[in-house]
């Protein structure tokens, strides 16, 4: 067979629908492998009859109530001739799967936290790690033994061709080798988190890390060549069958190919993380990566691409942008760099890079040895004298800005298109008209728009700031719409005001640790009251309120929201026939829940509805609106009422009785794709972290770090990201243990993309000061 000695894309199988997390060489079929992936399947993947290069899917497999995050294939035995399937996943289990059937065998409990790695052996052994800081040996559907000894999240893990030896890699830097559960040797020079295994021999093996190297071990504990080519983490190895060759990849959006201990080839990917990689049974590799597409490389030609493939997968890498700030390309002065005449200079290795001007754009290029050329790989952005401008689309066209304007708490968000070059007041008259809103809301609209593009250069979309309507956040605030606002700091939750918070914080940290309470005040009594009548009108006879009832639910929205006298506390009949009413079907229960969550801030309610006698029952009925099933609309305002309930006495020390349950249930709504529950989601970690700030509780912080930490996986909203980040530098504030739980967890590799943002710059302050709380 044809070989040219250079791998190139052989075909492109677009299966999952989010980032592919693991690979695995299959035994059965010839020729096939297995993949897993965030949407929470597994899928297993045969080669297509020749002269088709391609791939198809043979059998999807799925179990997992949360991300999958690794695969490895059980060897075939006597009872299961074709081998067995294990995945591990965020949601702490390891599921076993047969080749014929789509749910598991059986499902392995034991692991605390997510299981993010797994190596099979000898027997039908299986090894397994955890973000728990344990690995776990089980056999025969059993956990045989626990590894104990690493200090933080467990990444990889294999075992050895010699029956007994086994290998950890950690977040705490470090690779141990196991024997018959004892920990015999700890091998140390990384520098950060070991992510990655692959045994070479009985006797050798490589390490890869967030460090960007690669180490070379001996099983004696010597550490024999150290290689460097990655500028970011490397997540993944794999060795080529019968040689010391091997493959990584990483965060550099990068497969590299090493050869007798160089790199001999760079595959760059329209994609910015390349999570996996396995080498199938004909050599060639099989690479996983963040925007859910697997590729397949080959050296033969016979199975290479046709060129048409090939200019496609090239056209779309030169279409892909790069933040330099994400491998070795380094600050960037448009006016230093060469034009394109620089390309007519051959390069000097594969994969050497070069940035070129081109007018006011700077592209980046990669050297092809095999192709004697260089080849575009991406724009560059972010550079420290770039512009870029129309950047965002909306219906059809592009803007400079699209703000997003929550106009009721139970309505669709609007949209809110701008260009520097518009009038504002036009602007704002027109959405107005658009969305059938108040004229009345014009000075508002329009100055917003002005107070949120001031100083702004033409670029990318910014995330609205204040929302006209609420004078706040872009979704509604923690914080009561009345608040004055003294001189100092402006509060980072509302924007408005002086933020302080218990403990003295010095003028260089605004954020954490943050222990009064976020709420989520804003009202529109009128609007609420409305919603109820027309929904009562409609509900089924048995259902429907009385005249009386109606009456009494309004008197107590009224009282709550203070348009009464503060004289005129609710009744105990009001409360009774709230929690009554909020049992009403769930398909028209939301303005009684609006009710609720507007009511538990008022101390009465709190006692009533929060005390020891009621408390428990609240809490029950709540969680049951937030199964991941639900109503978002259930689920939003059941989040907001358990972040309100934090504002009294009672409705603290309910939720601290019930935190676990709690955190546990809303940890799955970061699964439902809504951006106000993921707001909801991150205020209500952030209130647990305050609460046990002020009393220390290692295994609440754990749980608080882990939903944190699980949240981030999923939430894109900038508003939320925030919250977390403050809810993480609140629970490892001071606090020495947190601390190492946090670097067990690997957060600090998890936030630090979110460093550099500037927009809102809250956002990259608040990372940098948790990152240095984690340092």
Known sequence: MASSNSFKLRCSIPGHEMDVRGLATAIFPEGAFVSVSRDRTGRVWVPNSSPDTGFSEMHCMSGHSNFVSCVCVIAPSETYPRGLIATGGNDNNICVFTLDRPQPLYTLEGHKNTVCTLSSGKFGTLLSGSWDTTAKVWLNEKCMMTLQGHTAAVWAVTILPDQGLMLSGSADKTVKLWKAGRCERTFTGHEDCVRGLAVISNTEFLSCSNDTSIRRWQVTGECIQVYYSHTNYIYSLAVFPDSQDFISTGEDRSLRIWRQGECCQTIRFPAQSVWCCCVLSNGDIAVGASDGIIRIFTEAEDRMASAEDLQAFEDELSKATIDPKTGDLGDIKLEDLPGREHLNEPGNRDGQTRLIKDGQKVEAYQWSVSDGRWVKIGDVVGGSNQQTSKSVMYEGKEYDYVFTIDVNEEGPSMKLPYNVTDDPWLVAHNFLQRNDLSPMFLDQVANFIIENTKGHVVGPAQIGGGDPFTGAGRYIPGSSSNASAPSGVADPFTGKGAYSSAGGQTSTNIYFPK????????????????????????????????????????????????????????????????????????????????????????????????????????????????????????????????CNSFSGRHGRALLVSQREAVLSRAADLAAVFNKNIHIALATLVLNYAGCFHIQPDLDAKAQCLSVASRALETVQDKEAIFRLLVALGTTVASDQTAQDLARSLGVGSQISKYSTVSEPSKLGECCQLVLKELQ
């Open 515 to 642: 222990t009064d309470f976020v709420t989520f005040e804003q009202a529109n009594a009128p609007q609420i009251v409305a919603k109820l009548k027309e929904l009562n009108e409609g509900a089924p006879r048995e259902h429907k309120l009385s005249d009386d009832t109606m009456e009494s639910l309004e008197q107590l929205l009224l009282v709550v929201c203070g348009a009464n006298s503060p004289e005129t506390p609710p009744t105990i009949q009001q409360i009774s026939l709230l929690w009554k009413v909020s049992h009403w079907p769930e398909d028209i229960v939301f303005p009684v829940l609006d009710i609720l969550r507007l009511a538990v801030r008022h101390p009465q309610v709190n006692e009533s509805l929060c005390g020891e006698a009621e408390g428990v029952q609240l809490c029950n009925h709540l969680l049951s609106l937030m199964m991941p099933e639900g109503r978002p609309a259930n689920q939003l305002l059941a989040l907001r009422t358990l």
